[in-house]
């Protein structure tokens, strides 16, 4: 499985506008019409990455991803910020 943040070029830490963005730009590069295989490879990448509770799962579940769930949820960023997280999930992995 590629990693999806080396796909579409970016940090592990880019923030929803800088995603979209260069989603964005590589679509305009790379069109569906004349590379099909890459576009399809950008749209997963970005479909896995553009949004924050599909990220966290990733990255929870993720053995190459040296993030920890402490440092994901310890960033002060608004867009993990504003989103609630499931309150069960997250006692759950104290549990195990």
């Not at 940090?11 to 305009?28: D, H, K, M």
């Amino acid at each position: 499985m590629q990693d999806h943040y080396v796909v579409l070029g970016i940090p592990s830490n880019a923030g929803e506008a800088e995603i979209r963005s260069r989603y964005l730009e590589l679509v305009r590069q790379f069109p569906p019409e004349r590379e099909p295989l890459r576009a399809a490879a950008i749209r997963a990448a970005y479909d896995a990455v553009r949004d924050p509770m599909k990220r966290l799962k990733n990255h929870l579940f993720d053995v190459q991803s040296h993030q920890t769930i402490d440092s994901i949820l310890q960033e002060n960023r608004p867009d993990i910020r504003d989103r609630r997280f499931p309150t069960e999930f997250l006692l759950s992995l104290g549990r195990s």
